[in-house]
């Protein structure tokens, strides 16, 4: 299987000959250099962590920011490429303002993620437009439904999930994630599991310099989406520092 | 190895992830001449420099006021840059129309930002070829906002665009952590100063302001302050102001000697100073 | 809120990305309003008869904020039909509006609102809508609305602190008509109410706290002995730069002892 179009991947509305689309790949590999984002769902919190890389002198501590709320009680991490990030963000917006019009209650996440994943997919269906070099993780709580987690893949793709993560470290976080039990963990010990695989992953070498944000969502916010609270993201960060200097003795 | 192949339009990813056409749009901005943002607690002031295209005349407008609050400095091609402005000026005076007061600065950038995206999806259009530095001030303080072709957008504390800016960069760097403690006149030096280095080296050498070609324009916006850019006198205050603060303060050569000419306002030189951190967010790293 | 501009469709009759709710499928041109479209002497004739409306609301601007009341009762004609209906609402930690006139277009406005104020929050930036902006923002869409022949049938008041802290208090009409004052009123309030508070004000200072919910008190109880269409019980909204709440409900001190001199009793 040749993994190299050749001829094959000009558009996203051409077939390779062994049933690819590789403008779609192409695009994964839009995502597969930014930063780590992940997304973990506990017992009645959920928390995305993004290891935001793009980061310079001169830039405000808010410069380049990757999550975004959506709805009050709803929050969007994107990896990828920025600009399409923001597009998207107002997208989901714009979709979760039509549907409080309509039905007058807060988009269900489930809804909201499948209107957003048949957007970006259909910028995969024709040769006009090149489709969207973005992954997107979407997070939502509330009493009805509880934690809520969905990722959505440059293919438009998408599936709910108990833990996800997406961007430069996605193999090595997804191993992280599976040494912990997340459905039972409280807010506390979600937050800090969150900035412990961030702060883990992160490659010291070549990004050491990287800025940790955190949303998070749960009925310990009452349901409010926050993005860097202050006391939590504070919690994360020192689980995140702490965990690295404790590996930091024995090599990974 | 296949660049060629997969630069054409917009539309096409290349096997790599990257967007060809969109890198060629941000290469358009380094083109233009250099121009500085930066800002101090309460105001926000951009510097830019401009070049005639020849002796016979004017030189090239790069600051446009777009709002009472807002304005901003181009590099790039114009008439982009005009389509832009037109467009910010349109949203803030019907934003003023609606709810009676200023667009505030950072949803008004998000808005920009999420216009130039679609020029980046589409067959039929092209990234806008021009980098825009945003000066405003708005009821969060004075903000300094950096828009490039690839519709990213960023906050900064100050920035730098267009040809030989590193040289501006590293001074912005290496005097980041006074700029919020500045006075008014003191920001504008600083900016002069780091526009300054910016300068080909055979301006540098004549001192005389007077032979030299090169203009330099200023703007500023912030508390009891509409967006301004200085005139003429104001312009020769400023530049003379600047060169008594320390006119060799210019780094052209990697250690520049600011001993000299330092006045007691300035900041204290010796052991405190870094060495210049190039730090470069490439488009790739997202 | 945002574009989704597109330069122009790609194909028509065809699928659009983006499009919303688009049941008919395919593009349809942008289409004129139905006023302007529908055969008639003067296009469609809408009815300016209000159904089910609110009564009076009266605003107050004291030293440190405002103070906004309106009476609970929502009537259908002359029937007194819903009497437990809240006609203050506090839009966000600065802004209270006070809603007279047809009820559904009340709450329809303020839907319109509400998700402004959810767009606030989404964009994360700390700068929240002032009272001011909102009263604004109003006046442009009743204006626009009475220009199309087409009106929302409301009178409010919108009052409460800007980011200073410094109050502002604003009425708004049917007509896109808005002026500011310390005090305001809509409907039977504006007759009896507004000449009443006006009577009392010092000439060189604002009204402190006090002041002002001695006024509100005694303008909700003439009002409820004078209007027809109106309850003894009113909520009050209040809107300091510490502090913004809707209070109550409150009952209005009736007093009908005097109708045993009435003749005929």
């Given at each position: 299987m040749s993994t190299i179009g050749t001829g094959y991947d000009l558009s996203a509305s051409q077939f390779s000959p062994d049933g690819r689309v590789f403008q779609i790949d192409y695009a994964s590999k839009a995502v597969e250099k930014s930063g780590t984002v992940i997304g973990i769902r506990g017992k009645d919190c959920v928390v995305l962590a993004v290891e935001e890389i793009v980061v310079d002198k001169l830039y405000e501590v808010d410069a380049a920011r990757r999550i975004f709320t959506i709805e009050k009680n709803i929050g969007m991490a994107i990896a990828g490429l920025m600009a399409d990030g923001n597009f998207v963000a107002d997208i989901a917006r714009q979709e979760a303002a039509n549907f409080r019009q309509q039905f007058e209650r807060t988009i269900p996440l489930k809804h909201l993620c499948d209107r957003v994943a048949g957007y970006i997919h259909a910028?995969?269906?024709?040769?006009?437009v090149r489709p969207f070099g973005l992954s997107v993780i979407f997070a939502s709580w509330d009493e009805t439904d509880g934690p809520q987690l969905y990722k959505i893949e440059p293919s438009g793709t998408s599936f709910g999930y108990y833990a996800c993560a997406s961007g430069k470290a996605k193999q090595q976080a997804k191993t992280e994630m599976e040494k912990y039990k997340f459905a039972d963990m409280s807010t506390d010990e979600l937050v800090q599991s969150g900035g412990k695989i961030i702060y883990q992953v992160n490659d010291e070498v070549n990004n050491k310099d990287f800025r940790f944000e955190m949303g998070i969502v749960g009925r310990e916010t009452n349901g409010v989406h926050f993005i860097n609270h202050a006391s939590w993201s504070q919690l994360a960060i020192e689980a995140g520092k702490a965990a690295k200097t404790a590996d930091g003795d024995n090599e990974i | 190895m296949f660049r060629n192949q997969y630069?054409?339009?917009?539309?096409v990813w290349s096997?790599?992830?990257?967007?060809h056409q969109v890198e060629y749009a941000v290469a358009a901005v380094k083109l233009g001449t250099a121009t500085v943002g930066l800002k101090n607690r309460d105001y926000a002031v951009l510097v830019a420099l401009s070049k005639p295209p020849s002796e016979l005349s004017a030189s090239q407008r790069k600051l446009i006021p777009i709002d009472d609050h807002l304005g901003i400095s181009i590099a790039g091609i114009t008439a982009d840059a005009r389509v832009l402005s037109k467009y910010l000026r349109s949203e803030c005076l019907s934003y003023k129309h609606s709810y009676e007061s200023a667009f505030p600065v950072s949803r008004l950038i998000t808005n920009l930002g999420n216009k130039m995206q679609t020029t980046t999806q589409r067959y039929d259009r092209r990234p806008y070829g021009v980098g825009l530095l945003i000066a405003g001030y708005d009821e969060k303080g004075p903000h300094i906002y950096q828009v490039e072709p690839s519709a990213n957008f960023f906050n900064c504390v100050a920035m730098t665009i267009g040809s030989r800016s590193q040289s501006a960069r590293t001074y912005l760097e290496r005097n980041l952590s006074d700029f919020i403690n500045c006075s008014k006149d003191e920001i504008i030096c600083h900016g002069i100063h780091a526009i300054r280095s910016s300068l080909p080296n055979d301006e540098l050498l004549s001192k005389d302001e007077g032979a030299s070609q090169l203009n330099i324009t200023i703007a500023i916006v912030g508390k009891d302050q509409p967006f301004k850019i200085l005139n003429e006198e104001e312009n020769i205050f400023y530049l003379n102001m600047a060169k008594k603060r320390g006119?060799?303060?210019?780094?052209?050569?990697?250690?520049?000697?600011?001993?000299?000419?330092?006045?007691?306002?300035d900041e204290p030189e010796p052991s405190t100073r870094r060495d210049p951190l190039v730090a470069v967010a490439t488009m790739e790293n997202q | 809120m945002m574009n989704n501009s597109f330069a122009q469709p790609m194909w028509s009759n065809g699928p659009s990305p983006?499009?919303?709710?688009?049941?008919?499928g395919g593009n349809a041109p942008t289409q004129l309003p139905r006023e302007l479209t529908t055969a008639g002497p003067f296009g469609t004739k809408h009815s300016t008869a209000a159904i089910t409306t609110g009564s009076s609301v009266v605003g107050i601007k004291f030293d440190g904020g405002v103070l906004v009341a309106a009476d609970t009762l929502v009537s259908y004609g002359s029937l007194a039909?819903?009497?437990?209906?809240?006609?203050?609402?506090?839009?966000?930690?600065?802004i209270l509006l006070g809603g007279s006139g047809d009820f559904a277009d009340i709450q329809s406005i303020k839907r319109n609102i509400d998700q402004k104020m959810i767009e606030d929050q989404c964009y994360n930036d700390g700068v929240i809508m002032k009272p001011g902006e909102l009263a604004s923002w109003l006046t442009r869409v009743l204006y626009n609305r009475r220009s199309r022949m087409n009106p929302l049938y409301i009178d409010v008041v919108v009052g409460g602190v800007d980011e200073t802290g410094k109050p502002f208090l604003g009425n708004v009409d049917m007509r896109g008509r808005a002026y500011n004052d310390y005090v305001v009123a809509t409907g039977f309030g504006r007759h009896l109410a507004l000449p009443l508070v006006r009577e009392r004000k010092p000439k060189d200072r604002d009204f402190t706290f006090e002041e002002a919910t001695n006024l509100i008190r005694e303008s909700m109880k003439v009002l409820y002995y004078r209007d027809t269409r109106s309850i003894p019980q009113y909520t009050v909204g209040i809107c300091t730069a510490a502090d913004c709440s809707i209070k109550g409900p409150f009952k209005v001190e009736e007093n009908w002892t005097f109708a045993e001199t009435v003749k005929g009793y």
């Open positions: 910028y995969t269906l024709y040769s006009a | 630069d054409s339009d917009v539309t096997p790599q992830g990257r967007l006119a060799s303060n210019i780094i052209s050569k990697p250690e520049g000697d600011d001993d000299d000419n330092s006045s007691p306002g | 983006g499009q919303f709710y688009n049941f008919m039909r819903y009497q437990d209906i809240q006609r203050v609402f506090k839009i966000n930690n600065n």
